[in-house]
């Protein structure tokens, strides 16, 4: 007989082995797979490090030097009415030059001369005051005393006289009496004279300190009208060209003011830099603008980066596009040679590609603060756009960036 078959105990123990053997096996290859598999990972990841950023892409928008201005006249016009505009759409104007006035204006240099009245009055009193009296009022004065002295020696005559009578009983009591009283009243009489005389030739100080003080009050109020009246009227603050008009003679101007200013002869774009990308820009970095109505390039360097993170307000065509996006504005000053063929073109819509290139010559920055995968790598701006497609060194502000962080 066989003796596989007479020992089943035997077949059964290979067979186990068997099996152990086969699990051995695969955990072993599975294990060497994993381990050759992740040295693969790790050298592509090493050998795909993204390299050093070109470009920064956003849009933006064309904007005359120091943003357009909406002008409207000083505070305390509230529901004024425009009365003459003197300037037109299109006007360059110097700072100072005056180009709307408001129908308050009659009433308020009105006020302003009565105030000048006033002060001269004032002024005049000081100078009274500090001259004195008039020299022929002293001396009027000086004659009254005189008079009272006369009179009071010769009712003293008359009073010794009566005394001298009356010692003789040839006079009656009632007699000196009434003398007495009239020497009396001449005395009192000098003695009123003689202080108004006093009075009238002295100068005192506090007359003089009311009387500046009254000056003082006539110059405030001088000053206070002639500031209303000048707010009257609507100066330019600076040197620019008038843009736009909103309100025309015998309109009520609005919140949104009488004109907008701005200065065209020094244009700028305004790019909208995704805030994550702010910290590689540097003041000077090159820029390339595109207008998005005739396709045409501009040239420029970067003037200033903002200091305020806010939402975008230039929007791509992009449907996907992330409206919500944190940017901050970055000026662009254009070079001089684009600056008249873009000076009707405030608020025109642009799109800005700077240039990383550092400004002293210090090595290219590494986007480091951006993941570059397989999918990040290669992210391309809408087909709308003028500039050619972001690689893998190029990123779009505010969109692709955006979601490729998110």
Do not use: C
Not at 119 to 129: D, E, M
Not at 148 to 165: C, G, H, I, P, Y
Not at 189 to 203: C, G, I, K, P, W
């Amino acid at each position: 007989m066989n003796s596989t078959a007479s020992n089943p105990h035997a077949s059964s123990g290979r067979g186990t082995r068997f099996v152990i053997l086969t699990i051995l096996v695969g955990v072993l290859m599975a294990l060497v797979y994993i381990r050759t598999r992740g040295a693969t990972v790790s050298t592509t990841a090493i050998e795909s490090s993204p390299p050093p950023r070109t470009h920064v892409h956003a849009l933006g928008r064309l904007e005359p030097a120091g943003t357009i201005l909406q002008l409207m006249p000083k505070s305390g016009n509230e529901g004024a009415i425009v009365e003459q505009l003197l300037v037109k759409e299109g006007d360059e104007v110097e700072a100072g030059a005056t180009l709307a006035v408001l129908d308050n204006k009659a009433r308020r240099v009105a006020s302003l001369k009565e105030s000048q009245g006033k002060l001269a009055a004032a002024q005049a009193r000081l100078l009274q005051v500090k001259a004195g009296v008039k020299t022929g009022d002293i001396e009027a004065q000086q004659a009254a005393v005189s008079l009272a002295e006369e009179q009071s020696k010769v009712a003293s005559r008359e009073l010794t006289r009566e005394r001298e009578l009356q010692k003789r009983n040839a006079s009656a009591i009632e007699m000196v009496e009434q003398k007495q009283w009239e020497y009396d009243r001449l005395q009192l009489e000098v003695r009123r004279a003689s202080a108004q005389l006093a009075s009238l030739r002295e100068v005192r100080d506090v007359d003089i300190l009311v009387a500046e003080k009254d000056v003082l009050a006539a110059e405030a109020a001088v000053v206070k009208a002639d500031a209303d009246a000048d707010a009257s009227e609507l100066r330019a603050p600076v040197a620019g060209r008038v843009l736009r008009i909103h309100a025309y003679p015998g309109e009520r101007m609005s919140d949104v003011g009488i004109l907008e200013l701005g200065n065209v002869r020094r244009m700028q774009a305004v790019a909208e830099v995704f805030e994550a990308d702010v910290a590689i820009l540097e003041v000077g970095m090159d820029a390339e603008i595109k207008l998005d109505s005739s396709s045409e390039l501009l040239t420029g360097q970067i003037a200033e980066i903002g200091y305020i993170v806010a939402r975008k307000i230039v929007l791509t065509n992009d449907p996907v596009s992330d409206t919500d996006a944190r940017v901050v504005e970055v000026r662009v000053d254009l070079n001089a040679e684009h600056l008249a063929s873009v000076a009707r073109l405030s608020n025109a819509r642009v799109e800005v590609r700077i240039s990383l290139k550092p400004v002293d010559g210090r090595p290219a920055i590494k986007s480091s603060h951006i993941d570059v995968t397989s999918e990040t790598a290669r992210i391309r701006q809408p087909s709308s756009r003028g500039f050619p497609e972001a690689g893998p060194n190029e990123v779009s502000s505010g969109d692709a960036a955006y979601r490729s962080q998110r």
